[in-house]
T-cell receptor, first 107, second 114 residues
Framework: EDQVTQSPEALRLQEGESSSLNCSYTVSGLRGLFWYRQDPGKGPEFLFTLYSAGEEKEKERLKATLTKKESFLHITAPKPEDSATYLCAVSDYKLSFGAGTTVTVRA | DAEITQSPRHKITETGRQVTLACHQTWNHNNMFWYRQDLGHGLRLIHYSYGVQDTNKGEVSDGYSVSRSNTEDLPLTLESAASSQTSVYFC?????????????FGEGSRLTVL
C-alpha cells in the first residue's frame, strides 16, 4: 500500500503561470514531511522540512504547506529554471518517497 | 566543499556478473544509504549504515550487499546481477537517522543488466 502519493505526475506551465503540486500521505505517526528537487541526471536536492499541520516554508518562488493528510508545493510565477522533478517524502519510523511530479516551465 | 561521489556513473553488465558501485562522502556523516530509483516508483531503500561495521537491510535488499569499513565509503555489491536490477542507484548520507529526511545525495549510477 502506497504511503505517499504525488499528483499530478507531470505538469506543464507557461512562465509566470502559478500552480500547486500535491503530496498526500497515509502514515499514522508523521514525524516529518520533506520536499526535494531533482534535475535530470542528478541526485535529489533537499528543499524543505515540515513537521506539523499548519506549518509553511518558503524559498524563492516555492512555498510548501502541510495539513494532516497532505502537503502542497506552490510555485509562484515560475521560471524555466524551476523545471525539475519534485519529490515528496514522509517519515514515521522510516522514510518513504513518492514517485514525484515532473514540472516543465516554458518560456 | 564537502560532497558525495558515486562511481561509475554508467555501467553495462551481463546477467550473473558481480557488480560493485562505489560511494564516497566527505561530509564526515555517520549515516549512509543506498536507494534505487525506477520509473513510476519512489526512491526505495536498499541498505543503510549508521556507522563503521554497521549495516542494515532496507525494503528491497534481496540480491544486494554492503560493507562499511570506514566513515567515508559504503560500496554496494550486486552478487549476481539480474535484469530486474537495471535501475538508477543513488547513495546518500546524513547527520541524522533514517527518519529525518534531510539527505545529501550523490549524482547516481545508472546500471543496465543485459
Amino acid at each position: 500500500e502506497d504511503q505517499v502519493t504525488q499528483s499530478p505526475e507531470a505538469l506543464r506551465l507557461q512562465e509566470g503561470e502559478s500552480s500547486s503540486l500535491n503530496c498526500s500521505y497515509t502514515v499514522s505517526g508523521l514525524r516529518g514531511l520533506f520536499w526535494y528537487r531533482q534535475d535530470p541526471g542528478k541526485g535529489p536536492e533537499f528543499l524543505f522540512t515540515l513537521y506539523s499541520a499548519g506549518e509553511e516554508k518558503e524559498k524563492e518562488r516555492l512555498k510548501a504547506t502541510l495539513t494532516k493528510k497532505e502537503s502542497f508545493l506552490h510555485i509562484t510565477a515560475p521560471k524555466p529554471e524551476d523545471s525539475a522533478t519534485y519529490l515528496c517524502a514522509v517519515s514515521d519510523y522510516k522514510l518513504s518517497f513518492g514517485a514525484g511530479t515532473t514540472v516543465t516551465v516554458r518560456a | 566543499d564537502a560532497e558525495i561521489t558515486q562511481s561509475p556513473r554508467h555501467k553495462i553488465t551481463e546477467t550473473g556478473r558481480q557488480v560493485t558501485l562505489a560511494c564516497h562522502q566527505t561530509w564526515n556523516h555517520n549515516n549512509m544509504f543506498w536507494y534505487r530509483q525506477d520509473l513510476g516508483h519512489g526512491l526505495r531503500l536498499i541498505h543503510y549504515s549508521y556507522g563503521v561495521q554497521d549495516t542494515n537491510k532496507g525494503e528491497v535488499s534481496d540480491g544486494y550487499s554492503v560493507s562499511r569499513s570506514n566513515t567515508e565509503d559504503l560500496p554496494l555489491t550486486l552478487e549476481s546481477a539480474a535484469s530486474s536490477q537495471t535501475s538508477v542507484y543513488f547513495c546518500a548520507s546524513s547527520e541524522e537517522g533514517l527518519d529525518t529526511g534531510e539527505l545529501f545525495f550523490g549524482e547516481g549510477s545508472r546500471l543496465t543488466v543485459l
